[in-house]
């Protein structure tokens, strides 16, 4: 591909560049190079892109379930068979090392094994003589038209929250992936065509805000399932709730590590490690605060410094691979350095520092080495806001009600962990943190497929989370029907009265 390739929409089952020239750059993070532009879609390709959709829907949604489900095994087959092609697009586009990308792909492909057991998980229920005579039963639709608007940092695994149950469900997808890096997105729509998907229904819309609005002003699309940050994510929450839409909107997060005094610090030092630094720390649920009792906080640090020591840092395509790859963008690069300075300004300790780190060969590569601030101020901007990189802050605390009144004193509220050996504290943390997802010894709690995924506060708005039954829930349409065969013999006669259950 070369750097003048222009990425277009898919739509109707083929590429589509429509009349846009408006183009955005899509960089390789380890090398700075500008590999394609992607075109961002006008009003006229957004109208094209949904009214394909909604045709698309039309075929798909008559589709008997024994079809779809075929579709869906296909896809699995090609998607298994064919992953490796799929993680090299993503660390070209994105930066994570490839076994990084595997892991994302291996991830989104649960809810594709999830989805193809979908008839059981959209059966409806059924009372038979709810009343004498009359028969009470709940079907499950589809909705329609749904849209998906994916962040940079999953560009396979976040759209593949959403897609295989909605698919499965009986509906048309729009996916807006990121601009940043939306290849990922066109090559699974091409996987889709191959394992039997009628066109019109998995459509790539590429874009910005404009692509966002139009999805949520389009009357014609039912739902829109948003990821990204929590200023993005309340904006569409709220626009998409106006316009009278069904709306799941993920955003950002500040994930804390408490660490008791009886825990295995080895341990705790390798996860703190693997959850802080894995993917440069662009993952929403990333460690970025370890909370620690003041007597191990010393001790703590220590472990922690030496295995940084250790980390490479590096191009992730590279066969002899790094620990870990560069952010996103030079302007994310230059935002996660502005946190670094304004904590060590409001008082931190800088104990590693990754600002102006550079890689050998890959002068030009937007590189952040790992970093380790202690005594971390809890009123810093670095403390209270997402910083999204490779930077991980002890918090010094006092004792365990400390921790819990910490966590749950800030605004966000994916993902947390304790790492402890009594289970009593593991039990009352359990139950006291105000947190969605919640790791007992386990550092990034992403739950499995048929359990949801999705935060408290403000990390998710709206009331359903990504994927298990709630996914299902969220992607289908209840009717309750009551029925009565008429048994001539039985006539009721006329009845004003409102009917009751006797
Ligand atoms: P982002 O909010 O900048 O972008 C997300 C999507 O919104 C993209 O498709 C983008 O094109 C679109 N967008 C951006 N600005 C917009 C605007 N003004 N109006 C309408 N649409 C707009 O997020 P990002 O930088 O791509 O991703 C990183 C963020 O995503 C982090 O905050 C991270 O925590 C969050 N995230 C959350 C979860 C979760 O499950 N809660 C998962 C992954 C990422």
């Known amino acids: 591909m070369s750097n003048n390739s222009v990425l277009a929409n898919w739509i109707d089952g083929k590429l589509s560049l429509g009349a846009s020239k408006n183009l955005s750059s899509v960089y390789n993070p380890a090398t ?47 998607l298994n068979s064919r992953k490796e092609k799929l993680a090299e697009i993503i660390t ?4 994570k090392v490839l076994s990084d990308a595997m892991g994302e792909i291996a991830r989104g492909q649960e809810i594709v094994e999830l989805a193809c057991g979908f008839p059981h998980l959209i059966k409806g229920a059924f009372s038979e003589n709810a009343s004498t005579g009359i028969d009470v039963y709940s079907i499950k639709q589809p909705l329609g038209v749904v849209g998906i608007i994916s962040p940079f940092n999953f560009p396979a695994m976040v759209p593949m929250w959403f897609f295989p149950v909605a698919l499965a469900a009986g509906n048309s ?26 066109d019109g229904v998995f459509t790539v819309l590429n874009g910005d805000k404009l692509a966002v609005d139009g999805l949520l002003n389009s009357p014609d699309v039912a739902s829109i399932s948003f990821v990204g940050s929590t200023p993005i994510a309340k904006y569409i929450y709220e626009t998409a709730a ?33 959850a802080g630094y894995g993917a440069a720390g ?25 295995r940084i020591s250790q980390l490479r840092v590096g191009n992730g395509a590279d066969k002899q691979e790094p620990d870990l790859g560069p952010l996103i963008s030079q302007a994310h690069l230059e935002k996660v350095s502005g946190y670094v300075t304004i904590a060590e300004k409001d008082g931190a300790k800088v104990v590693v520092d990754g600002r102006n780190y550079s890689v ?129 013999a039985q006539h009721g006669g006329i009845n004003l009265g409102f009917p009751q259950n006797d």
């Open 32 to 78: 700075g190079e500008v590999i394609a532009q992607v075109a961002l879609s006008s009003q006229e390709e957004i109208d094209a892109a949904i009214a394909s959709a909604k045709k698309g829907f039309k075929e798909w949604s008559g589709y008997s379930i024994a079809k779809r489900q075929a579709v869906i095994f296909n896809f699995r087959e090609l």
């Open 92 to 95: 070209r586009e994105h930066g």
């Open 173 to 198: 997808v729009v996916l807006k992936p990121s601009e940043k890096n939306p290849s990922a997105a066109l090559w699974l729509a091409q996987l889709w065509q191959e394992a039997g998907l009628p």
């Open 242 to 274: 106006a316009n009278g839409k069904r709306v799941q909107a993920l955003g950002g997060a500040k994930n804390h590590m408490l660490v008791l005094p009886d825990a295995d610090l080895d341990l705790v030092a390798d996860q703190a490690i693997n």
């Open 282 to 306: 662009e993952r929403c649920m990333a460690i970025s605060v370890v909370l620690a009792i003041d007597t191990i906080a010393d001790k703590l640090i220590e472990k922690i410094k030496s």
């Open 360 to 488: 050998e060969n890959h002068q030009n590569g937007f590189f952040f080495g790992p970093t380790l601030l202690d005594q971390m101020p809890t009123d810093s901007k670095a403390y209270t806001e997402e910083i999204f990189g490779p930077v991980l802050s002890i918090v010094r605390i006092n004792n365990f009600d400390e921790g819990v009144a910490l966590i749950n004193s800030g605004a966000f509220g994916n993902g947390t962990a304790i790492f402890t050996n009594d289970g009593g504290a593991a039990r009352r943390f359990q139950n006291e943190i105000q947190v969605g997802m919640i790791g007992i010894n386990v550092p990034i709690p992403v739950p499995v497929a048929y359990h949801s995924f999705g935060g408290w506060k403000n990390s998710l708005f709206g009331d359903a989370k990504a994927y298990g039954t709630q996914g299902f829930d969220f992607f289908t349409r209840e009717k309750a029907v009551t029925s009565r065969w008429l048994d001539p």
